[in-house]
């Protein structure tokens, strides 16, 4: 049985960091695809960044570049994301999500994925 577990969550103020994790269980990272995803109220749940399953350099949405560092621990079976400079904006539920994926062009649609976690709330006040 595959589960994904998010901790990290929280309230910070702006400008402040954040580290989330996603622990692992069910599978390992090779054949798997990671990403982390976030979804505000009344919004769309959208792509954050991603992880190809052979590793390399993490893929981002425009919204986290420069900001928001991914990264993953074989050993411990956990992905995290690192989330710097926080705003306001980036206060929403965010899930990791895992999947074999075909092609690196999926890697950003969330339909791609077949496992999920149940989220960690992140909240930024200014």
């Known amino acids: 049985q595959v589960q994904l577990v998010e901790f990290g969550g929280g309230l910070v103020q702006a400008g402040d960091s954040l580290r989330l994790s996603c622990a692992v269980s069910?599978?390992?990272?090779?054949?798997?695809?990671m990403a982390w995803f976030r979804q505000a109220p009344g919004k769309e749940r959208e792509f954050v960044a991603g992880?190809?399953?052979?590793?390399?350099?993490?893929y981002y949405a425009d919204s986290a570049k420069g900001r928001f560092t991914m990264s993953r621990d074989k050993a411990k079976n956990t992905v995290f994301l690192l989330m710097n400079s926080l705003k306001v904006g980036d206060t929403a539920v965010y899930c990791c999500?895992?999947?074999?994926?075909?092609?690196?062009?999926?890697?950003?649609?969330?339909?791609?994925?077949?496992?999920w976690g149940q989220g960690t709330q992140v909240t930024v006040s200014s």
């Open positions: 992880l190809w399953w052979s590793g390399g350099t993490p």
């Open positions: 999500a895992s999947a074999v994926i075909g092609t690196i062009a999926t890697i950003y649609t969330g339909e791609s994925y077949k496992y």
């Open positions: 069910g599978h390992t990272f090779s054949s798997y695809t």
